[in-house]
């Protein structure tokens, strides 16, 4: 319609009609009715002065069809299909453009109405997976102030360099897997959520939730990570896949952190690289103007972290160099080219009080062929003071299918670790040691069990540590408990089968007291002169007609009871064991002991 066609005044009646810029040229007094506008099941009828008909909006396909408008009328409004149909408004001469608006031809600027709602397809993100959007994702995230959210929907977007927020109290969320930002290149993370002055500030109540943070197909993937949180206070990060970065999610400091429902995977296109040190989640202090800040109270409930898709390995899962309270609940950890937990403090400060594994499966993929080498390892430096690392509980939890160790703890002087607990624990398929305790104190080991370890070394050996309580099921295994060293106060309690060695072996200078072990089977034992029992059994087959003149006592606590039987004509002196009169054994014969101050006491005796 055009102008020309009406007289100034007239009437027109019509039905379903666009109003565009086609009116531009009409008369400032005329005036315009439009009848039978049909909206939903209704009629009705509007008047429109001329005023009104300037500021009608107009669509316009692409964002530069509106940077080409010379328009000079105050508060015409836009909107830009391209750009997920985002309003503008005509604002008066004068006024400064922000990141989203437009600035047309003439200069004059069309400001972006958010109207509480802001998608970064508003700010210039394609999401079409080629064309670089970091620009536009950065203007859309810096454009956030309090209490805003910022939409991403679904689509692939290619980022090239770190995108950054400081902003307080803001939320970024995606529409699920389907909004995937992928980084373009090596070295960078895909999102950073920092103050701007990290030594002495934070970000609080930050959410990020419903999206996919992508390093796939980086060739030489050498540093940087999905997601980095730098003094990021009282956050809720929830719904999100972490894949194919060499960091999965980094915490520096940080506090009072919710995480829930992650998946943390690597790359397929790594092609058999090694990754040294790299990681699927890292724990670090951050430096402060006044001292350290520690990541405290950090919740992850719902986790599956895998190293390794396809070809490509990782090296370590979860890295913890300081940590004051962390919680991992329903978890799943495996198939690294190195540790599932490596906690390893770098100095003084990297104080660790707290650390929580429940519900956790620490696997390393398969029963055989596994190149993971620990479940869980303490890999405790020499210069962490005492006191340092305590308070650790391992609750629930399974350990399988390694090459080394399932819980290994390193922590080269007494008082360096502390307070740990393994409970309701699984230990299958390892290759070293079930549990490999070296030095540190009060630990207790309670309800769990191990099964399947044939090929390993044993279930559990004990260094140099003080204060530790054994109550376990001990099963296919060479040895169930060694300790070596300066292993002091050991209390051990539990059942064992199919044990092929010595359930409980001891050198250095141990002590221990050994309760309520029980077993249903014998165990044989070849006579000679000095013989040693395989502890905990109480019943032993004695073969062989070698005068027995000493038992070896290692090992055994006071009131400790056994019997011998005698499979033919063998002797027992009466010299270190205290016998009621001298014994010679037949075929069936038994002689019951009792071991009291430092001496074998003879109970009873059966001739046959």
């Known amino acids: 319609l055009y102008a020309g066609d009406f007289a100034n005044g007239g009437v027109a009646s019509i039905t379903d009609t666009r109003l565009g810029a086609v009116f531009n040229n009409m008369g400032s007094d005329f005036n315009f009715y439009i009848s039978n506008i049909v909206t939903g099941a209704k009629t009705r009828s509007a008047s429109f002065g001329w005023p009104e008909i300037q500021k009608t909006t107009i669509s316009y396909r692409t964002f530069a069809e509106l940077q080409a408008l010379t328009e000079t009328v105050d508060y015409k409004q836009f909107t830009v299909a391209e750009r997920a149909n985002a309003a503008y408004t005509l604002q008066p001469t004068g006024y400064a453009a922000l990141a989203g608006d437009a600035t047309l031809a003439n200069g004059r600027v069309a400001q972006l109405q958010t109207n509480g709602y802001k998608n970064a397809r508003f700010y210039g993100a394609t999401g079409n997976g080629t064309t670089d959007d970091t620009t536009a994702m950065q203007a859309a995230i810096s454009s956030l102030v309090q209490f805003e959210s910022l939409h991403i929907p679904s689509g692939t977007y290619k980022i090239s360099s770190t995108l950054t927020l400081s902003a307080w109290r803001t939320s970024i969320y995606g529409d699920g897997m389907s909004t995937r930002l992928r980084r373009s290149a090596d070295g960078i993370d895909i999102l950073h959520v920092t103050p701007a002055n990290p030594a002495s500030d934070v970000v609080s109540y930050f959410s990020l939730s419903n999206m996919e943070l992508s390093g796939e197909g980086i060739t030489n993937n050498t540093s940087g990570s999905g997601l980095r949180l730098t003094q990021v206070f009282r956050s809720l990060i929830s719904n999100l896949h972490v894949n194919g970065n060499y960091g999965g999610i980094l915490l520096e400091g940080c506090n009072s952190i919710h995480f829930n429902s992650l998946e943390i995977y690597a790359d397929q296109n790594f092609n058999n690289e090694f990754k040294a040190d790299s990681y699927l989640m890292k724990f670090v202090k951050q430096q402060l103007t006044s001292g350290v800040q520690l990541p405290s109270g950090i919740f992850i409930e719902s986790l599956q ?6 070809n490509g390995y990782l090296d370590k899962g979860i890295v913890i160099q300081a940590a004051d309270n962390l919680w991992f ?3 799943h950890i495996g198939i690294l080219a190195g540790d599932a937990v490596y906690v390893n403090p770098q100095d003084a400060n990297d104080s660790m009080f707290g650390i929580n594994f429940k519900a956790t499966h620490f696997d390393g993929g398969a029963a055989s062929g596994s190149i993971m080498q620990n479940c869980v390892n303490y890999d405790i430096g020499a210069s962490v003071p005492v006191s340092k690392i305590k308070g650790h509980s391992y609750v629930g939890c399974q350990f399988s299918n390694i090459l ?27 290759g070293g040691w079930g549990i490999n305790i070296d030095d540190g104190l009060r630990y207790v080991i309670s309800d769990s069990t191990f099964y399947d370890m044939t090929n390993s070394s044993g279930c559990i050996k004990i260094k140099d540590a003080d204060f530790v309580k054994v109550d376990a099921i001990f099963g296919e295994s060479p040895i169930g408990i060694q300790t070596t060293g300066n292993a002091t106060r050991l209390m051990v309690e539990g059942i064992w089968q199919n044990v092929t060695d010595d359930v409980i072996i001891s050198t250095g200078n141990s002590s221990k007291q050994i309760e309520g072990l029980s077993n249903s089977s014998f165990s044989t034992v070849a006579s000679s002169s000095d013989i040693s029992l395989r502890f905990p059994y109480d019943t032993f087959n004695i073969t062989g007609v070698v005068t027995i003149d000493t038992i070896n006592a290692n090992s055994i606590a006071d009131g400790r009871v056994v019997t011998l039987v005698f499979g033919g004509a063998c002797a027992v002196a009466n010299s270190a064991i205290l016998l009621s009169s001298a014994f010679t054994s037949t075929t069936n014969s038994t002689l019951t002991l009792k071991y009291h101050s430092g001496s074998w006491i003879e109970i009873s005796r059966s001739i046959r």
């Open 305 to 310: 972290a895998r190293g390794s898709i396809g």
């Open 329 to 331: 609940n329903n978890t």
């Open 404 to 430: 080394n160790d399932g819980f290994k703890c390193n922590a080269t002087e007494q008082l360096t670790v502390s307070d740990v607990v393994i409970s309701d624990g699984r230990f299958n398929n390892i």
